[in-house]
């Protein structure tokens, strides 16, 4: 929002000493950020005179261009009373018409200095201006005329365009729509400055009556309240007053015609839009409804737009001749010709208002006011300044009859304890203090029984809680008052053990040397398909987006590893030649149920809540990683090392021991992974997810090193078998015995089958096996394979004898022989 400090004070009187940075600082204590403080025509130097246009030849030149040699009066200025010779290339005035001329000398925005010099055949002495070269606005379709009364050749132009006058723009948060008008932004001015505030709003009006233009709600909801106003006999050809043009043009607004400017100005000045219609294009009366199917309306912008049963119209006997509160319909734009115009200035349901203008991508200059919430008292003061303007510069006549149809909203209370605006706060406000803050904002106050009672003032819609009124009385005695205090201990117990726990999660993984990533939780069939996943996969059952962001990514993804792999394919193209990612995140299943719809009338039934949750999609957490290229860099301490499926493995081996649980394996086929290198990982029988090296299609469909491995599990099951308490290591004093064993047993029989067997024949005295070689050769024959254990045991009361360590590894054997058909070397 744009504002004139000269139109600020004409509604508060600051003191002379108020410059514009204290103005601005007051206001943005008060919560209008600043954006930027503008003057009009910075930059511009020397003679800038009135110039009367006396002789305008065209002359046509070869490049196809036409330019005029024009002689222009500009009295003494020239320092010889002499016509100025000067060459200009627009063409929209005329001999006689009052001009801007910038003479030799003279220094323009941006450091363009202006000389005499030999153009198109001519000496061009100066330069007649637009308002884009004075640093007035974007319009450079031709040059500045002024009213024929705006003074004698040669009398410096600075006052008469506002040159160097100071604009102020602010950001203005949703909560204060107010401040969308000058009425509001000298509101803030005078409280800030504790000064007396002129409201313009302030004017009696007529009362209504039923000679005025006949107005129909249907949709009372929708719009409460719309004023109806009718000027006749307004001149088409009369020109906006310079001094309205002007403070358009400051406030960012571009000037069309009288009576557009007109519904502007008194926009920007009181904070209400207001639309004009051509009297004689209206076919009976004004009806305010919702849509119908099939309905469709040309806006001002000349777009035919489809219309939703949700939108509200403004209608009549033809059908919707405007989106309320967003844009009027091109069929009854004041044109050129038109005399008679219908004023209408309407009160909208701000949430109506906000969906029509997203549902049809229109923000307005309206929509943007509406959707935030304007003063519902405001139409009938807004139409009348409207009718009072077009009388007094249009030459029309204001008919007798006044329309409001509706209601207006009764206002409302908001009641808070006394103290509350000093505990929430910690600075010292008292009684006295609350009150007279609350009553500068317009509110009408009362205390009784320790409770203040505050009328809302109809500007402030935003008002509505006694945090609020607490925010208006801390905004005043000053934001700058609140003191430091180092804030109280938090109550509760800290992180959660879900908490912990996945922090730990987090620290293994970075300890092995894992860079946690973070990705977008979006995926399509596209990225099944990479994956290689079979047409009735249960991972291709997904949540759709009502909005998706992409396309081709419109659903709730089921697994992380298609952003995992996209990132580590990334990282890849660019140069790293090993990448280790994780990341931790939600997955969605669809539940199969539909959500229903209840109103917002009251609160869900426990049974309606229920139905809700049970529609919810399953939402687990899971936790992914990829190794993809070298794990281990080559040196001169040796060749490096390829991350492959063991890796991954041992990743989920590491996280079970830090978790203290004890993690299984066994041969898998799933894809991504490669058929024959594919892991099922779970924990006391509950499968967690899988783990090994990624098929080679997916590799190649995802740009990855060849052998990548990844692993997937469900860390919620995993978190879900983490024990209470995790036991630490035991350490003794006692020597350890070592016995190493080989097995020969079938190719097809597991590692882990293997150790699960040796761990429950050796009984309490193993402290540890380890698998330290595989062979396969013609030695073992074909179709077996050896496997080599070292077995550690340790009682912890006393030093074992090898007696004690043979049976326990007899047993051992004797169990894996028993489970796994392993046969000693």
Same mark, same amino acid.
């Given at each position: 929002?744009?504002?004139p400090?000269s139109?600020?004070k ?9 410059t ?8 943005? /204590?008060?919560?209008?950020k600043?954006e930027?403080?503008?003057s ?16 305008m030849d065209?002359?046509?030149q070869?490049?196809?261009?036409t330019?005029?040699w024009?002689?222009v ?22 001999p ?10 003279g ?5 363009? @200095? ?23 606005g974007?319009d450079?379709d031709g040059i500045?005329v002024?009213?024929a ?11 008469l365009?506002g ?5 102020i ?5 949703p909560?204060?729509a107010?401040?969308?008008?000058? !009425?509001?932004?000298a ?8 000064l ?7 004017r009696?009006?007529?009362?209504p009556?039923?000679?005025?233009h ?6 009372a ?6 004023v109806?106003?009718t000027v ?13 043009s002007?403070?358009?043009? *400051? ?6 015609s ?10 920007? &000045? ?11 294009r209206? *076919?009976g ?5 919702? /849509?119908? /199917?099939?309905?469709k309306l040309?806006?001002?912008d000349?777009?035919?737009?489809v219309?939703?049963?949700?939108? #509200? ?8 001749i405007?989106?309320?509160?967003v844009m009027?319909g /091109? ?17 909208? *349901?701000?949430t ?9 991508k229109?923000p307005s &200059?309206?929509?943007k ?20 303007l ?14 409001v ?17 000093a505990? #929430?706060?910690?600075?010292e ?12 904002i ?14 809302v003032p109809?500007y ?5 809680d ?7 009385v801390?905004?005043?005695?000053g934001?700058d ?5 180092l ?11 879900s908490?912990?726990?996945? !922090?730990?999660?987090? !620290?293994?993984l970075?300890g ?20 290689? #996943? ?10 759709r ?22 990132a ?10 090993g ?21 917002v ?15 919810l ?5 899971h ?20 991350a492959?499926w063991a ?22 086929a799933?894809?991504p992974?490669?058929?024959g290198r594919?892991?099922v ?6 499968e ?8 080679p299609?997916v590799?190649q ?9 990844a692993?997937?599990?469900d ?21 350890v015995?070592?016995e190493?064993? @080989? #097995?020969?047993?079938d ?8 150790e699960?067997a040796?761990?429950?024949? @050796?009984g ?11 062979y ?7 179709g ?14 006393r ?6 360590t ?5 047993a051992?054997?004797a ?8 046969? *000693?070397?």
């Amino acid at each position: 929002m744009k504002a004139p400090v000269s139109w600020i004070k004409e509604y508060v009187d600051l003191p002379a000493e108020v410059t514009t940075e204290a103005l601005t600082d007051r206001l943005t /204590a008060l919560g209008l950020k600043l954006e930027a403080i503008e003057s009009a025509g910075a930059g511009i130097e020397g003679p800038l005179v009135i110039g009367r246009v006396l002789t305008m030849d065209p002359e046509p030149q070869k490049n196809g261009k036409t330019i005029n040699w024009c002689t222009v009066d500009v009295g003494d200025a020239n320092g010889t009373g002499e016509p100025q010779g000067i060459v200009c290339g627009a063409h929209n005035f005329a001999p006689g018409d009052l001009v801007v001329v910038v003479l030799p000398g003279g220094v323009l925005p941006g450091g363009f @200095a202006i000389s005499a010099r030999k153009t198109y055949g001519h000496l061009s002495a100066g330069m007649i201006c637009s308002a884009r070269e004075l640093g007035l606005g974007e319009d450079h379709d031709g040059i500045i005329v002024l009213p024929a009364d705006a003074g004698e050749p040669g009398t410096p132009a600075f006052d008469l365009l506002g040159l160097g006058e100071e604009v102020i723009e602010f950001e203005i948060n949703p909560d204060r729509a107010y401040a969308l008008s000058l !009425r509001g932004i000298a509101r803030e001015a005078a409280l800030g400055f504790d000064l007396s505030y002129h409201d313009p709003a302030q004017r009696d009006v007529p009362l209504p009556n039923d000679a005025g233009h006949p107005v129909r709600l249907e949709d009372a909801e929708g719009c409460p309240v719309f004023v109806a106003r009718t000027v006749r006999g307004v001149d088409p050809t009369a020109p906006t007053p310079e001094w309205m043009s002007r403070r358009l043009q *400051q406030a960012g607004v571009r000037s069309i015609s009288l009576a557009v400017d007109v519904t502007n100005y008194v926009m920007l &000045e009181l904070g209400q839009p207001i639309h004009a219609y051509d009297r004689a294009r209206l *076919q009976g009366p004004i009806v305010v409804r919702r /849509a119908r /199917a099939g309905e469709k309306l040309t806006t001002l912008d000349d777009v035919v737009r489809v219309l939703d049963p949700e939108d #509200l119209l403004i209608t009549d006997e033809s059908g919707p001749i405007g989106l309320a509160g967003v844009m009027g319909g /091109a069929t009854t734009e004041v044109s050129e010709s038109t005399t008679d115009i219908v004023v209408e200035a309407a009160h909208f *349901q701000p949430t109506s208002i906000f969906r029509t203008q997203r549902r049809h991508k229109l923000p307005s &200059e309206a929509s943007k006011r509406f959707e935030r919430g304007v003063d519902p008292l405001l139409p009938p003061i807004a139409a009348d300044r409207v009718v009072e303007l077009l009388v007094e510069l249009g030459g029309g006549t204001a008919e007798d009859g006044v329309t409001v149809a509706g209601e207006f909203p009764r206002p409302w209370q908001v009641s808070m304890p006394v103290d509350l605006p000093a505990e #929430l706060s910690g600075i010292e406000i008292d009684q006295e203090t609350t009150v007279r803050s609350l009553t500068a904002i317009g509110a009408q106050v009362s205390v009784a029984d320790g409770m203040v009672t505050a009328i809302v003032p109809t500007y402030r819609p935003d008002l509505s809680d006694p945090h609020d009124l607490v925010e208006e009385v801390v905004r005043i005695v000053g934001y700058d008052r609140v003191p430091s205090v180092l804030p109280r201990r938090a109550t509760g117990h800290g992180l959660t053990r879900s908490q912990r726990l996945r !922090r730990r999660v987090g !620290r293994t993984l970075a300890g092995a040397g894992c860079v946690e990533v973070v990705s977008f939780p979006f995926v399509g069939a596209g990225d099944f398909d990479a994956l290689g #996943l079979p047409d009735d996969d249960r991972l291709r059952s997904t949540v759709r987006l009502a909005n998706p962001l992409s396309s081709e990514q419109p659903a709730y993804t089921t697994t992380l590893l298609p952003g995992l792999l996209q990132a580590a394919a990334r990282n890849v193209g660019r140069g790293a030649v090993g990448v280790s990612l994780f990341e931790t995140g939600t997955v969605a299943f669809p539940s199969g149920e539909a959500a229903p719809i209840y109103g917002v009338d009251r609160r869900p039934t426990e049974a309606e809540l229920r139905k809700l949750l049970d529609a919810l999609p399953h939402q687990p957490l899971h936790l992914a990683v990829v190794l993809a290229g070298e794990r281990e860099r080559a040196g001169w301490w040796g060749e490096g090392r390829q991350a492959g499926w063991a890796e991954a493995i041992d990743l989920v081996r590491r996280l079970g021991a830090e978790l203290g649980v004890q993690v299984e394996t066994a041969n898998s086929a799933r894809m991504p992974w490669h058929p024959g290198r594919c892991a099922v990982v779970s924990v006391a029988g509950v499968e967690l997810g899988h783990a090994g090296e990624l098929h080679p299609r997916v590799c190649q469909a995802y740009g990855l090193p060849p052998r990548a491995a990844a692993f997937e599990l469900d860390l919620d099951l995993l978190l879900e078998q983490t024990p209470a308490v995790t036991e630490g290591p035991v350490f003794s004093t006692l020597p350890v015995a070592k016995e190493d064993v @080989a #097995l020969l047993v079938d190719a097809e029989v597991t590692v882990a089958a293997v150790e699960a067997a040796l761990r429950e024949g @050796a009984g309490d005295l193993l402290e540890s096996v380890r698998l330290f070689d595989v062979y396969t050769g013609q030695q073992v024959g074909e179709g077996k394979k050896s496997l080599a254990f070292a077995l550690r045991f340790r009682a912890a009361d006393r030093t074992l004898t090898e007696a004690d360590t043979g049976a326990a590894r007899d047993a051992a054997v004797a169990r894996a022989a028993e489970l796994t058909g392993a046969v *000693q070397r």
